[in-house]
């Protein structure tokens, strides 16, 4: 599992973007993965987890109602779609993959590989 974050970018608040993480293993289409984001001087928090097959999805609340998780397996890629956004998301995004989980997992410890983030700055 080789997991790349893009899509990073600065974005005015109520403005949106839309993050991948390209999986350059075989194997993706096996585990769930997800995305994390880590604010300066906070830890890493959880913001959103899909299944293996993409039929269930878990978020944190701070991303209800405003991010959509998705992924494509034919392409091994995963998307996050974030809408409204806000100073507060501000932070470095992460993709992760849970390979020893289908369902869509939230704690970090259920991940076993990171890719190198991609950082996310929201202006007021």
């Known amino acids: 599992v080789q997991l790349q974050a893009l899509g990073g970018g600065l974005v005015q608040a109520g403005g949106s973007l839309r993050l991948s993480c390209a999986d350059s293993?075989?194997?993706?289409?096996?585990?769930?993965v997800g995305w994390f984001r880590q604010a300066p001087g906070k830890e890493r928090e959880f913001v959103a987890s899909i299944s293996w097959k993409g039929g269930s999805t878990h978020y944190a609340d701070s991303a209800k109602g405003r991010f959509t998780i998705s992924r494509d397996n034919a392409k091994s890629t995963l998307y996050l779609q974030m809408n409204n956004l806000k100073p507060a998301d501000t932070a470095v995004y992460y993709c992760?993959?849970?390979?020893?989980?289908?369902?869509?997992?939230?704690?970090?410890?259920?991940?076993?590989?990171w890719g190198q983030g991609t950082l996310v700055t929201v202006s007021s």
């Open positions: 992760a993959a849970a390979t020893g989980a289908l369902g869509p997992v939230y704690e970090t410890y259920e991940y076993d590989s």
């Open positions: 293993g075989r194997t993706f289409s096996t585990y769930a």
